[in-house]
Nanobody, 122 residues
Framework: HVQLVESGRGSVQAGGSLRLSCSGS????????MGWFRQAPGKEREGVAS???????TYADSVKGRFTASRDDANYTLYLQMNSLKPEDTAMYYC?????????????????WGQGTQVTVS
């Protein structure tokens, strides 16, 4: 049974930073593509960043240069370092796992999801 648990929720002022973590269990973590998604009120869930099994990252244009995704396979953990935060980054953030190593930012490709963690930027 695959489980993903996000942590690191918080409220920051514009220009500030936050780091989100996602702990995984119940699967062969190192072979999966791992992703971060977010959903703001009234909007669809969108892809933010993904990290494949080789550590190659993909980012949405809206976060390039500000967010950094990384993974620690030894500890089954995915990270999202968010810098220069903007009010439009306010959303519920979710981590997700895709059961192949090939990564996309399409939510339909991801099978397993965490419960989400709230990020608020004012």
């Amino acid at each position: 049974h695959v489980q993903l648990v996000e942590s690191g929720r918080g409220s920051v002022q514009a220009g500030g930073s936050l780091r989100l973590s996602c702990s995984g269990s119940g699967y062969t973590y190192s072979t999966f593509c791992m992703g971060w998604f977010r959903q703001a009120p009234g909007k669809e869930r969108e892809g933010v960043a993904s990290v494949d099994s080789d550590g190659v990252t993909t980012y949405a244009d809206s976060v390039k240069g500000r967010f950094t995704a990384s993974r620690d396979d030894a500890n089954y953990t995915l990270y999202l370092q968010m810098n220069s935060l903007k009010p439009e980054d306010t959303a519920m953030y979710y981590c997700a796992a895709r059961t192949t190593s090939y990564c996309t930012l399409d939510r339909a490709d991801f099978r397993y999801w965490g419960q989400g963690t709230q990020v608020t930027v004012s």
